[in-house]
Every structure is written in structure tokens, then in C-alpha cells.
């Protein structure tokens, strides 16, 4: 927590050199208090209209603007969206909780708070984002006699956001993903904590697709499903000094389910501890009607597993809800996949699962140095998991525990 105080002190220094410097050669004000529009922070009044209109001054400021929500009070603020493109670069200073609606009508829309169509974006601050998600949660997956709701709001979503930078920013209790990523590129996301129990349905900590160029770095995922979920599009992806647990771990797809998918490309995750998860890294890619795309150029490495149900898996018979064909195969590609020193311990006997498909059989698969032991949930000592592969084009090198089955 010191170490990530003294970051983000750095950041404010940084940023008050640029808003004085910028004040002084354009002559306009660089720096707009949502409180001068109207906000108020009584965790009741709705500030989305005072926090457009900041947005809409800065969007007309040549230079660097600075949109400050101030430290003290709870923001309440329903749907909104920023939208550029913009004159000049944004810095959004969030220093006070952000509350989301919780009524039934909030449960249904796409987004809480979306940035859109900017450039050159920084959104930076010792802040929350509560995003209600106990008042949601009970409508999804509900059961008979139940009422249902498609329940779908990011927390935070960037679509067509280029040069962005995301740091010190929690977002706790989604309703559904945190953190959503749409045909950005050069975007970074550090510091970053997502918080939802280990049974909150589908609240991926990061959520990203058809973007390129995005880093994960130094971040906290504590959630229900993914911790970083990875969609067809994306390209060039890192992910690194990162912890992710509880959830369901780093994730490739799922992929193929769709016609005309772009492939996944360039994904790498490294120096990360993954625990209490129900995978580790995983692949997943449809059998029933699957169509043709691929996944290429991806590298694990330096990852530790505590007590992670799955610790590597390829499915490629991806059938969430069951009732598939078996007969049918995966028409996705998986290739070029390097997975580097990896241990620790598996709560299932299978650590290495890759599972591929006949159609189309994993190629360029290299594992080395991997040390996974199965501890059994039951109790008693740490035994040498296994490992399992099918249609697995591959090698093996370094130290191997559980024996390689490529």
C-alpha cells in the first residue's frame, strides 16, 4: 500500500508540472472541478450530469485538461458516457468513491461509465467504483418461478480509446465485467484492484477484445470468473506482476463460436501468482459450430499456481452448458504456445490438461521447467500431479513434474 501511495504521489507532482505549464502557454484553465458543475458528494444527489459537463469543457480545451472529482463524500452517478474526440489530452483525477445505481432498471444497460472515441486518456485516482452488483446478481442464472434479467453493465468500459493509461483505481461488486476493452489500442492498465466474491456470476476482472497493444501491469483481480479474459481481435497482449485469485483465472476465448472471428495473437503473461482459482491459464475454443480462426504466439512464464483447480488447460471441446456432439471438433487453430516455469500446486490430479482437437491439432506446443504437485483437498501430503494431452503437437525440456505427455 506504501509503495502504491508513493506511485501515485509521483503521478500527481507529474501532473500538476503539466497542468501549470499548460496554463501558462495556452492562458486557459487546465483544471475543472466537478463540483463547480453541480456535483455533490452526499452519496444521494445524481452527479452524472455535473460530471458531463466538466467532460464537455475539457473536451473543448486545447492541451492537457485535468477533471478533478475531490477527495471527501460519495459521488452517486448513474449511466454516462464521455465521448470525444477531444482537442487536447484528458487526465480524469477520480480521489472520492463513485457509487452506481442499484434500482432494477440499472441492471439491464451495457455500461455504468464508458470513455469513447478519445485519445491520449488518463484515468488516475485513491478511489472506488462500487458497482452495485448484489442488487443484481440474484437475476442472473435464476431458476424457475424466478424473475430473470439480462444483467449485463461494465463498470468501466473504453471502446475506440487510443493512448490510454488506467492506474490506482479499485473497482469493487460489478454487476457484471469491472474493467471492459474495445477496439483500443496502446492502452495500460497498473494498479488496478477488482474485488467481487469467488461466486459473483461473470464479473471478469479485465474484459478485452479486438484490441491491440494493452498491458496489465502490477494490478490485484479478486473476482468471480476471469481475472483477465481474453477475446477474439486481440493482439499483443501482456500481462505481468500481477495476482489473480479467487476467480477463474488468465483466459484465452472463448473462440469459434462465431463466423468471421479475428484471431488472438501475441499474448503474453509473466512474473504473476495465480491462487485459489479454478484455472489457471486456460484456452478454450466451441466444438458445435465452430468456425475457422486461430490462436498464435503466446507465452506463459514465471507463474506461480497456489492450490489452482486447473493449473494448464487447452479445451477445445468448450461446452459450458452441455448437450454438445462429441463427435464434433474444434475448427480453431491453437499454435505456437511456450509455457516456461511454472509451479506450484494443483487441488485437481490433472495439472497439465491439453486437450486438443483432431481437426485441427495444437501445434509449436513447448513446455519447460514445470513443477506442479497435486494437493489433495481431502488432506494428506503433496503427491506429483499428472498430465493429459490429445492432439497435441509439441516438445518437452527442462525439469518436468508431472511427466510430460509431449
Given at each position: 500500500?506504501?509503495?502504491?501511495?508513493s506511485?501515485?504521489?509521483?503521478?500527481?507532482?507529474?501532473?500538476?508540472f503539466?497542468?501549470?505549464?499548460?496554463?501558462?502557454v495556452?492562458?486557459?484553465?487546465a483544471?475543472l472541478?466537478?463540483?463547480?458543475y453541480?456535483a455533490?458528494?452526499?452519496?444521494?444527489?445524481?452527479?452524472?450530469?455535473?460530471f458531463?459537463?466538466?467532460?464537455e469543457?475539457?473536451?473543448?480545451?486545447?492541451?492537457t485538461?485535468?477533471i478533478?472529482v475531490p477527495?471527501?463524500g460519495?459521488?452517486?452517478?448513474?449511466?454516462v458516457?464521455f465521448?470525444?474526440?477531444?482537442?487536447?489530452s484528458?487526465t480524469?483525477l477520480i480521489?472520492?468513491?463513485?457509487y452506481?445505481?442499484?434500482?432494477?432498471s440499472s441492471?439491464t444497460?451495457?455500461?455504468w461509465i464508458?470513455?469513447?472515441?478519445v485519445?491520449?486518456?488518463?484515468?488516475a485516482?485513491l478511489?472506488?467504483l462500487?458497482?452495485?452488483?448484489?442488487?443484481?446478481w440474484?437475476?442472473?442464472?435464476?431458476?424457475?418461478?424466478?424473475?430473470?434479467?439480462?444483467?449485463v453493465?461494465h463498470?468501466?468500459?473504453?471502446?475506440?480509446?487510443?493512448?490510454?493509461?488506467?492506474?490506482?483505481?479499485?473497482?469493487?461488486?460489478?454487476?457484471d465485467?469491472?474493467?471492459?476493452?474495445?477496439?483500443?489500442?496502446?492502452?495500460t492498465?497498473s494498479?488496478?484492484?477488482t474485488t467481487?466474491?469467488h461466486?459473483?456470476?461473470?464479473?471478469?476482472?479485465?474484459?478485452?477484445?479486438?484490441?491491440?497493444?494493452?498491458?496489465?501491469l502490477?494490478?490485484?483481480?479478486?473476482?468471480?470468473?476471469d481475472?483477465?479474459?481474453?477475446?477474439?481481435?486481440?493482439?499483443?497482449?501482456?500481462?505481468?506482476?500481477?495476482?489473480?485469485?479467487p476467480?477463474h483465472?488468465?483466459?484465452i476465448?472463448?473462440?469459434?463460436?462465431f463466423p468471421?472471428?479475428?484471431?488472438?495473437t501475441?499474448?503474453?503473461?509473466?512474473?504473476c501468482?495465480i491462487?485459489?482459482?479454478d484455472?489457471?491459464?486456460?484456452?478454450k475454443t466451441?466444438?458445435?459450430?465452430?468456425?475457422?480462426t486461430?490462436?498464435s504466439?503466446?507465452?506463459v512464464?514465471?507463474?506461480?499456481?497456489?492450490n489452482?483447480?486447473?493449473p494448464?488447460i487447452?479445451?477445445?471441446?468448450?461446452?459450458?452448458r452441455g448437450g454438445c456432439d462429441p463427435t464434433?471438433e474444434?475448427?480453431?487453430?491453437?499454435?505456437?504456445?511456450?509455457?516456461?516455469?511454472?509451479?506450484?500446486?494443483?487441488?485437481?490430479?490433472?495439472?497439465v490438461?491439453l486437450q486438443?482437437?483432431?481437426?485441427k491439432?495444437?501445434?509449436?506446443v513447448?513446455?519447460?521447467?514445470?513443477?506442479l504437485?497435486?494437493r489433495?483437498p481431502?488432506g494428506?501430503e503433496?503427491?506429483p500431479?499428472?498430465?493429459?494431452?490429445?492432439?497435441?503437437?509439441?516438445?518437452?525440456?527442462?525439469?518436468?513434474?508431472p511427466k510430460p505427455c509431449i
Amino acid at each position: 500500500m506504501m509503495a502504491w501511495r508513493s506511485d501515485f504521489l509521483v503521478f500527481c507532482m507529474l501532473m500538476f508540472f503539466l497542468v501549470s505549464t499548460s496554463s501558462v502557454v495556452l492562458g486557459k484553465p487546465a483544471v475543472l472541478n466537478v463540483k463547480d458543475y453541480g456535483a455533490v458528494a452526499d452519496g444521494k444527489t445524481d452527479n452524472s450530469r455535473a460530471f458531463l459537463e466538466a467532460w464537455e469543457a475539457a473536451c473543448e480545451q486545447q492541451g492537457t485538461s485535468v477533471i478533478t472529482v475531490p477527495r471527501g463524500g460519495k459521488y452517486y452517478v448513474r449511466q454516462v458516457a464521455f465521448t470525444g474526440p477531444c482537442k487536447g489530452s484528458i487526465t480524469f483525477l477520480i480521489q472520492a468513491d463513485l457509487y452506481a445505481p442499484t434500482d432494477k432498471s440499472s441492471h439491464t444497460l451495457t455500461y455504468w461509465i464508458k470513455f469513447g472515441y478519445v485519445d491520449y486518456l488518463t484515468i488516475a485516482g485513491l478511489a472506488n467504483l462500487y458497482g452495485g452488483g448484489p442488487s443484481a446478481w440474484p437475476y442472473k442464472g435464476c431458476g424457475q418461478g424466478q424473475e430473470c434479467l439480462q444483467v449485463v453493465p461494465h463498470s468501466l468500459r473504453l471502446e475506440f480509446v487510443n493512448h490510454a493509461w488506467v492506474h490506482h483505481i479499485g473497482s469493487i461488486d460489478a454487476k457484471d465485467k469491472h474493467i471492459s476493452i474495445f477496439q483500443c489500442q496502446d492502452v495500460t492498465l497498473s494498479d488496478i484492484r477488482t474485488t467481487a466474491p469467488h461466486d459473483s456470476p461473470n464479473t471478469d476482472g479485465v474484459h478485452i477484445a479486438v484490441s491491440e497493444r494493452v498491458k496489465i501491469l502490477d494490478s490485484t483481480f479478486n473476482t468471480g470468473d476471469d481475472c483477465v479474459a481474453i477475446f477474439s481481435g486481440s493482439k499483443d497482449v501482456n500481462i505481468s506482476r500481477s495476482i489473480c485469485g479467487p476467480g477463474h483465472g488468465f483466459s484465452i476465448g472463448s473462440m469459434g463460436k462465431f463466423p468471421d472471428e479475428d484471431p488472438i495473437t501475441k499474448i503474453n503473461i509473466r512474473n504473476c501468482t495465480i491462487s485459489h482459482t479454478d484455472n489457471g491459464f486456460r484456452i478454450k475454443t466451441w466444438a458445435v459450430s465452430s468456425y475457422p480462426t486461430f490462436a498464435s504466439d503466446i507465452t506463459v512464464q514465471d507463474v506461480m499456481m497456489d492450490n489452482v483447480r486447473n493449473p494448464i488447460i487447452i479445451d477445445q471441446h468448450y461446452c459450458p452448458r452441455g448437450g454438445c456432439d462429441p463427435t464434433v471438433e474444434s475448427q480453431v487453430q491453437i499454435k505456437n504456445l511456450q509455457i516456461k516455469r511454472i509451479w506450484g500446486t494443483s487441488t485437481t490430479e490433472t495439472a497439465v490438461n491439453l486437450q486438443c482437437s483432431s481437426q485441427k491439432p495444437c501445434q509449436g506446443v513447448e513446455l519447460e521447467d514445470i513443477l506442479l504437485l497435486f494437493r489433495n483437498p481431502e488432506g494428506g501430503e503433496l503427491q506429483p500431479a499428472v498430465s493429459s494431452c490429445a492432439y497435441v503437437v509439441g516438445s518437452s525440456r527442462g525439469k518436468q513434474v508431472p511427466k510430460p505427455c509431449i
